[in-house]
Protein backbone atom coordinates (compact mmCIF):
# COMPACT_ATOMS: atom_id res chain seq x y z
CA UNK A 1 0.00 0.00 0.00
CA UNK A 2 1.20 3.77 -0.80
CA UNK A 3 0.75 6.36 2.12
CA UNK A 4 1.14 9.76 0.80
CA UNK A 5 2.13 12.44 3.43
CA UNK A 6 1.98 16.00 2.91
CA UNK A 7 3.82 18.89 5.48
CA UNK A 8 4.65 22.63 5.03
CA UNK A 9 1.20 23.99 5.51
CA UNK A 10 0.40 26.77 7.88
CA UNK A 11 0.13 30.51 8.22
CA UNK A 12 1.52 33.35 5.96
CA UNK A 13 0.30 36.55 4.71
CA UNK A 14 -0.22 37.82 1.59
CA UNK A 15 2.81 38.12 -0.80
CA UNK A 16 4.66 35.64 1.31
CA UNK A 17 5.80 32.10 0.24
CA UNK A 18 5.45 28.47 1.30
CA UNK A 19 6.80 25.45 0.42
CA UNK A 20 4.84 21.84 0.36
CA UNK A 21 6.19 18.32 0.57
CA UNK A 22 4.59 15.19 -0.23
CA UNK A 23 6.42 12.03 0.51
CA UNK A 24 5.22 8.49 -0.52
CA UNK A 25 6.18 5.79 1.39
CA UNK A 26 4.96 1.90 1.74
CA UNK A 27 5.61 -0.41 -1.30
CA UNK A 28 7.93 0.13 -4.26
CA UNK A 29 6.61 3.09 -5.77
CA UNK A 30 6.79 4.05 -9.33
CA UNK A 31 4.32 6.92 -10.11
CA UNK A 32 3.02 8.16 -13.65
CA UNK A 33 2.38 11.69 -12.77
CA UNK A 34 1.87 13.14 -9.33
CA UNK A 35 -0.35 16.29 -8.60
CA UNK A 36 -1.41 19.04 -5.94
CA UNK A 37 -5.31 19.84 -5.43
CA UNK A 38 -6.78 21.78 -2.93
CA UNK A 39 -9.75 22.54 -1.56
CA UNK A 40 -11.04 25.70 -0.13
CA UNK A 41 -13.88 26.20 2.23
CA UNK A 42 -17.67 25.78 0.49
CA UNK A 43 -16.47 25.05 -2.93
CA UNK A 44 -14.68 22.11 -4.67
CA UNK A 45 -11.43 20.45 -5.13
CA UNK A 46 -9.39 21.79 -8.12
CA UNK A 47 -6.53 20.86 -9.62
CA UNK A 48 -3.12 23.10 -8.71
CA UNK A 49 -0.25 21.54 -10.63
CA UNK A 50 1.06 17.89 -11.68
CA UNK A 51 4.24 16.64 -12.66
CA UNK A 52 4.76 13.12 -14.93
CA UNK A 53 7.66 11.32 -13.51
CA UNK A 54 9.53 10.09 -16.12
CA UNK A 55 9.98 13.36 -17.99
CA UNK A 56 9.43 15.93 -15.93
CA UNK A 57 6.73 17.87 -17.46
CA UNK A 58 4.73 19.95 -15.30
CA UNK A 59 1.03 21.46 -15.70
CA UNK A 60 -0.71 24.26 -14.07
CA UNK A 61 -3.79 25.70 -13.34
CA UNK A 62 -3.81 29.41 -14.61
CA UNK A 63 -4.78 30.71 -11.10
CA UNK A 64 -0.97 29.60 -10.08
CA UNK A 65 0.82 29.37 -12.85
CA UNK A 66 4.09 32.10 -12.63
CA UNK A 67 3.58 32.15 -8.88
CA UNK A 68 4.15 28.12 -7.71
CA UNK A 69 6.38 25.42 -8.99
CA UNK A 70 5.92 21.85 -8.93
CA UNK A 71 9.23 19.83 -8.87
CA UNK A 72 10.22 16.53 -7.29
CA UNK A 73 13.07 13.91 -6.13
CA UNK A 74 13.39 10.54 -7.69
CA UNK A 75 15.41 8.91 -5.23
CA UNK A 76 12.81 9.68 -2.15
CA UNK A 77 9.45 10.08 -4.80
CA UNK A 78 8.93 13.33 -2.91
CA UNK A 79 7.38 16.28 -4.94
CA UNK A 80 7.22 19.74 -3.48
CA UNK A 81 5.54 22.79 -4.42
CA UNK A 82 6.87 26.13 -4.01
CA UNK A 83 3.95 28.96 -3.49
CA UNK A 84 5.26 32.49 -4.06
CA UNK A 85 3.03 35.56 -4.19
CA UNK A 86 0.49 33.78 -2.23
CA UNK A 87 -2.65 35.27 -2.38
CA UNK A 88 -5.95 34.85 0.28
CA UNK A 89 -7.90 32.89 -2.38
CA UNK A 90 -5.34 30.18 -2.13
CA UNK A 91 -6.64 29.30 1.46
CA UNK A 92 -7.15 25.74 1.18
CA UNK A 93 -6.38 22.26 2.13
CA UNK A 94 -3.83 21.00 -0.47
CA UNK A 95 -3.35 17.83 -1.37
CA UNK A 96 -1.05 15.60 -2.90
CA UNK A 97 -1.88 12.53 -5.47
CA UNK A 98 -0.35 9.98 -7.20
CA UNK A 99 -1.14 7.75 -10.28
CA UNK A 100 0.44 4.67 -11.47
CA UNK A 101 -0.97 3.45 -14.48
CA UNK A 102 -0.13 6.06 -17.67
CA UNK A 103 -2.89 8.47 -19.09
CA UNK A 104 -3.10 11.29 -21.16
CA UNK A 105 -5.53 12.83 -18.08
CA UNK A 106 -3.98 15.52 -16.34
CA UNK A 107 -6.05 17.57 -14.14
CA UNK A 108 -9.16 15.36 -13.25
CA UNK A 109 -9.24 14.32 -9.65
CA UNK A 110 -10.64 11.12 -10.33
CA UNK A 111 -7.83 9.79 -12.48
CA UNK A 112 -5.42 9.21 -9.38
CA UNK A 113 -5.24 6.44 -7.08
CA UNK A 114 -3.60 7.33 -4.26
CA UNK A 115 -4.37 10.52 -1.79
CA UNK A 116 -2.52 12.16 0.90
CA UNK A 117 -4.24 13.42 4.22
CA UNK A 118 -3.98 17.16 3.07
CA UNK A 119 -1.83 20.10 4.97
CA UNK A 120 -3.82 23.17 5.77
CA UNK A 121 -2.38 26.44 3.77
CA UNK A 122 -4.01 29.95 5.10
CA UNK A 123 -2.87 33.31 3.47
CA UNK A 124 -4.11 36.56 5.57
CA UNK A 125 -4.75 39.67 3.89
Known amino acids: QVQLVESGGGLVQAGGSLRLSCAAS????????MAWFRRAPGKEREFVAA????????YYADSVKGRFTISRTNAQSTIYLQMNSLKPEDTAVYSC??????????????????WGQGTQVTVSS
Open 97 to 114: AARIAPTALVVEATTYMY
Open 26 to 33: GRTFSPYR
Open 51 to 58: ISWSTGST
